[in-house]
């Protein structure tokens, strides 16, 4: 039932409703015109005995026989009375009338207590004589139903014709109002398809203002405004993919022009100092070394900069990863001193993402929960748990940790929380993490106390979605 | 358009260095004296400057053949990717060995290197030090390999 169209499910509902109908008029109109002919028909038989049995009456009670065949032939008038029987008191039939062939032998045996009785295909009916209060006999007049019968059965029959003239008028109107109804109702579907099979501009042409013509109205409604900020969507991401191409090449200019004059002002302090060679007083060598650091620290901010402006906007390629191998390739990049122990808890997944943002994140980490380590047993140790569809990874160590009041300062940029003259370092980092997971749809989150270890938190997807770039 | 002259020995390869930046220049010419390098050393300030060198267009400033081309990639006028494009579409110049000597770090530079056959990619180191070594290797490298002598014609 479910998966009938709606077509065939009005076509169906419309047509057993019609033969309802149908089927109700003829059993029901008929039959109720037979009853109301009946009725007519006894009460015609009453009036004309009563009449009959005052005439026979009078003609009885004054021995008029000739008032009394008068009688009988007035009776006749009326082609329906095909039977009259007149018996007087002593049992004598004394005037009778037949059209009948065969005249019913129950004729006598009627009782006489004004009861129609139906034999065959006449009403009999017997009623007292009387004649001014002296009972004169009995009169049975019958009633023939054949005229009457001929016209219910006429009657049945045109109601017959009429109901299936109904039936079949109301079948092909169903089909009709169905096909009005699902012409729209097919142009909708019609439209809605080839909108999902990726067709634009289309539209459906209305016809009718009823509930399904509002509706398309109101789908070409949607149609706009969905075709508008499509539109719009496509004109945005042209901005955008101009504006990234614009910071690309200005991320380019800075990275270029802005170290240029830093080599130079690091080598012409080299060669200075070269010149000069022994007869530079140590005073100027230590000044020079700063002024080299400070360009180291210089283009070390501008790498960082670069770095961070690069994050998210790189198309960069899903791979294999094994992050078990990848953490291993990190440690040993990073080479940690004997003292710190970095320990790897769990299995690590296998997973198809983008890899260098994620090796990025466990880069900085990693040589953040390194660098700051100022315990004499230090301790890293990595992990990993599943949220629906991320991991969520875990780096935590027992370095000098971070106070709680700087928890959301370390992931600005150019943050540190000590003087880059006592732990050479560009505040780059955290800031790339952020940005890098946040990038992705994963949160970073930082558990810290001071001298209490650090505890990073992060969440990554477990699958690549479709629409990120 | 410069000429600096270390040494006037017919064997030696003659190198076109196309930069613009003086200190770089300077660089490069004290990086060829702490090593020692006595092969002429011709100087182009951007990639128009360098083609005229090399077609002859000023009798005076003709860098001879064989010659080596040490460039920069961004230079006013004609860049260094420009100038590449160039050089291998012609005929005379497009066999000359050259090698990329930049501060750009940018992965579609090098890409588009490569794809313009360059012999090497170079990144200039920031302390002068590095920048003397690198030039010693490539010096080397200058001595071990055999160029063509006459000019392509």
């Known amino acids: ?469 | 358009m410069e000429i600096f002259k270390y040494g006037d020995m017919a064997n030696l390869v003659n190198i076109l260095l196309v930069e613009d930046d003086e200190v770089d220049i300077m660089n490069v010419q004290r990086a060829f004296k702490k090593n020692n390098i006595n092969n002429p050393l011709f100087v182009a300030r951007n990639g128009l400057e360098a083609l005229d060198a090399l077609r002859g267009n000023n009798p005076l400033t003709k860098v001879p053949s064989p010659r080596v081309i040490l460039l920069d990639i961004n230079m006013p006028k004609m860049g260094g990717t420009e100038f590449l494009n160039i050089i291998r579409k012609d005929p005379e110049l497009r066999a000359i060995s050259v090698f990329v000597m930049t501060t750009s770090n940018e992965e579609s530079d090098k890409i588009a290197a490569y794809d313009l056959n360059v012999a090497g990619y170079i990144l200039k180191p920031l302390s002068f030090e590095g920048f003397t070594s690198a030039v010693a290797i490539l010096n080397h490298y200058w001595q071990l390999c055999e160029m063509p002598q006459g000019v392509i014609q």
């Not at chain 1, 240029?260 to 230590?286: M, Q, V, Y």
Request: charged residues 25%; aromatic residues 8%; proline residues 3%.
């Open chain 1, 1 to 469: 039932m479910k998966s009938l169209s709606i077509r065939i499910k009005i076509i169906v509902g419309q047509v057993l409703l019609i033969a309802l109908v149908s089927v109700f008029i003829y059993s029901y109109y008929p039959r109720q015109q037979e009853q109301e002919a009946l009725k007519a028909i006894e009460s015609k038989i009453k009036s004309i005995s009563n009449m009959f049995s005052i005439g026979v009456g009078i003609g009885m009670g004054e021995t008029d026989f000739v008032a009394v065949s008068e009688a009988l032939e007035w009776t006749q008038g009326d082609k329906a009375v095909v039977f009259v029987s007149v018996i007087n008191s002593k049992g004598q039939k004394i005037a009778a009338f037949s059209a009948l062939e065969k005249v019913p032998e129950e004729e006598v045996s009627l009782p006489a207590n004004n009861l129609m009785v139906t034999l065959g295909n006449t009403i009999y009916y017997k009623t007292d004589i009387a004649y001014q209060g002296m009972p004169m006999g009995s009169l049975t007049v019958g009633y023939s139903l054949l005229q009457t019968q001929a016209a219910i059965n006429a009657l049945k029959r045109t109601t017959l014709y009429f109901c299936i003239a109904l039936f079949a008028s109301g079948v092909v109107l169903s089909f009709v109002i169905s096909n009005m109804i699902m012409a729209n109702v097919r142009k909708l579907d019609n439209a809605v398809k080839a909108i999902s099979s990726g067709d634009e501009n289309v539209f459906v042409e209305v016809t009718g203002n009823d509930e399904i013509g509002k509706l398309a109205k109101a789908f070409n409604h949607m149609l706009h405004r969905l075709d508008k900020s499509r539109k719009d969507l496509v004109r945005y991401s042209e901005q955008l993919k101009k504006q990234n191409e614009e910071l690309n090449s200005f991320s380019y200019v800075v990275s270029h022009d802005l170290k240029a004059p830093l080599r130079a002002i690091f080598k012409l302090s080299e060669w200075i100092e070269e010149d000069l060679g022994s007869n530079i007083p140590a005073d100027t060598k230590k000044n020079m070394q700063i002024l080299r650091g400070r360009v180291f620290r210089l283009e070390a901010l501008i790498n960082g900069l670069l770095e961070y402006s690069k994050v998210g906007r790189m198309n960069l390629p899903v791979e294999k990863v094994d992050l078990r191998m990848m953490l291993k390739e990190i440690i040993d990049l990073l080479n940690p001193p004997p003292h710190i122990a970095v320990t790897i808890h769990g299995k690590m997944p296998v997973f198809e993402t983008k890899k260098l943002p994620l090796q990025q994140v466990f880069m900085n980490l990693l040589s953040n929960a390194v660098k700051y380590n100022d315990k004499s047993e230090g301790r890293i140790d990595l992990s990993v748990s599943e949220i629906g569809h991320y991991y969520r990874f875990t780096v935590e160590d027992n370095g000098m940790g971070i106070a709680p009041k700087y928890h959301e300062k370390v992931f600005q940029i150019f943050q540190t929380l000590q003087s880059r003259d006592q732990v050479e370092g560009t505040g780059v980092g955290l800031s790339i993490i952020k940005k890098s997971v946040e990038d992705m749809g994963g949160t970073v989150l930082l558990e810290s106390e001071e001298a209490k270890g650090a505890k990073f938190i992060f969440t990554w997807p477990k699958f690549e979605t479709v629409n990120q770039h």
